[in-house]
């Protein structure tokens, strides 16, 4: 019960905008002049869908939408697009919350690539539709693999090194609901 005091969710809120915010400027570093061969994981979207299935009152929709859409700026993609999709796919996941609760990490991560299957699928498709370049398709599914591949890492690191954990189905929050 001490978990769900209103200091410590508003701390971790900021925790959740903080590293996204340090992700996103780890990945505008200029660390090498030459293109990347490959493309590396969309940390940010694993982060958000682990944070969203662990505690879900720690990533409001706002700071999602917020985040992400600062990201689509930053790193030049249609702005709203990738944050329209990643905050319902969010919100989606948290739906789910309560049915997956008790279910073992593997199925939560055949559900969160899933749902990343889905929103890379949509996001190229309306690309496509708008006539917007997108690059190489075999691009976007290497992001998507490596985020996928990723996934258990960002989860290990955001339960044992920042304490997101999963709720029980006991739970109760600072004026005695039930979570």
């Known amino acids: 019960m001490a978990e769900s005091r209103p200091a410590r969710i508003w701390i971790m809120r900021a925790a959740f905008v903080g590293l996204s915010l340090l992700v996103m400027f780890y990945h505008l570093l200029p660390l090498d002049l030459l293109p990347p061969r490959y493309a590396g994981p969309d940390l940010l979207v694993a982060l958000c869908f682990a944070w969203a299935l662990r505690r879900p009152d720690y990533v409001p929709a706002l700071s999602v939408a917020a985040v992400m859409l600062l990201a689509d700026i930053l790193f030049q993609r249609p702005p709203g697009l990738w944050s329209a999709l ?18 073992t990490f593997v199925m939560e991560w055949i559900a969160v690539a899933t749902v990343l299957a889905v929103i890379t699928i949509v996001f190229r498709l309306t690309l496509g539709l708008l006539i917007v370049p997108a690059g190489p398709s075999f691009l976007s599914l290497m992001r998507f693999a490596m985020t996928v591949i990723c996934y258990p890492l960002v989860v290990m690191v955001s339960q044992y090194l920042l304490g997101v954990r999963r709720l029980a189905p006991g739970d109760f929050d600072h004026a005695g609901r039930s979570l």
């Open 86 to 103: 990643v905050l319902m796919a969010t919100e989606f996941l948290k739906s789910r919350d309560r049915r997956d609760r008790e279910s």
